[in-house]
Structure formats: C-alpha cells, structure tokens
C-alpha cells in the first residue's frame, strides 16, 4: 500500500484547480462568444399620459423622462425585470424571451432620457452554463 506523500497531494491539488479554472475559462469563453451587439430605437416619451400633457405630478412621485424602446432583433422582446447601474448611466435587464439585455443610457443635458446605446444581449443560462431555450424556463418575471 502506497502512501501519499504532502507534495503529491501538493500536485494533485494543484492540478485539480488547474482544470477547474480552465473548465471555468471555456464556460466564460462560451458564454462570451453568445454575446451580440444589438441595435435599439428608442422614441422619447415627453409626458407620461398622452392626453395630460401638463400633469407631471402623480401622488408624491414627479414624471421626469422616458423612452420608448424596440428593435429588430426577435431576442429582446419584453423587459422582465431592470436594474439601473452607475448612478443611472447604465442597465441590466432579464427579458421575457429568456436573454440577459444590457447597455447605456443616453441623457441629454438636462439629464433626460433620450436612448440607449452599447446594448448587448445573450442567453440567460442553467446552473450548468446551457443556455436556456423554452420561454417558460427564461421568462423571469420579477428577477
């Protein structure tokens, strides 16, 4: 019977976390490689009710920009949930399509919301890194 010795334990811990970081190397280089530019429109929404033009008051909360956003691209479809990042300069999002959607937003002077730019969008993906096909899988309504 054989003994292992602390330097071969050495190398073999060594070499475990030597796979283990490139096994996490292909799955980021795999997750990357599904990462795509994604051109948005957007059209400014001056007014939060169309027919209110002057109300910007609403309770306690105050109208202050908005957009409206789409694209050609069949990926984004609905926004499920949003967060705002950087002091309000960019986002991330999950979409109802099951995609991760990000980019900047664009303000003009004032600092009102005129677009977005930078977006990108990729599949959300499985604790495995399979990126999640079935919209009842990816829809993550509330994330």
Do not use: C
């Not at 054989?2 to 490139?22: H, N």
């Not at 202050?64 to 986002?91: D, T, V």
């Amino acid at each position: 019977m054989r003994i292992l010795t602390k330097s071969t334990i050495g190398l073999l811990f060594i070499a475990l976390l030597a796979g283990i970081f490139l096994l996490m190397q292909y799955r980021i280089h795999s997750a990357l490689a599904q990462v795509a530019a994604i051109n948005i429109d957007s059209e400014v929404i001056p007014n939060f009710q169309i027919r209110n033009t002057g109300n910007k008051n609403f309770g306690s909360l105050r109208y202050s920009s908005g957009i409206a956003f789409w694209s050609e691209n069949e990926a984004l479809g609905g926004i499920s949930g949003i967060r705002i990042l950087n002091g309000g300069n960019r986002f991330l999002s999950v979409t109802d399509n099951g995609n991760w959607f990000a980019g900047s937003i664009e303000r003009d002077i004032s600092g009102k919301i005129t677009g977005i730019k930078s977006a990108r969008i990729a599949p959300l993906r499985h604790k495995k890194g399979n990126p999640i096909r079935s919209k009842r899988n990816g829809d993550a309504e509330g994330m």
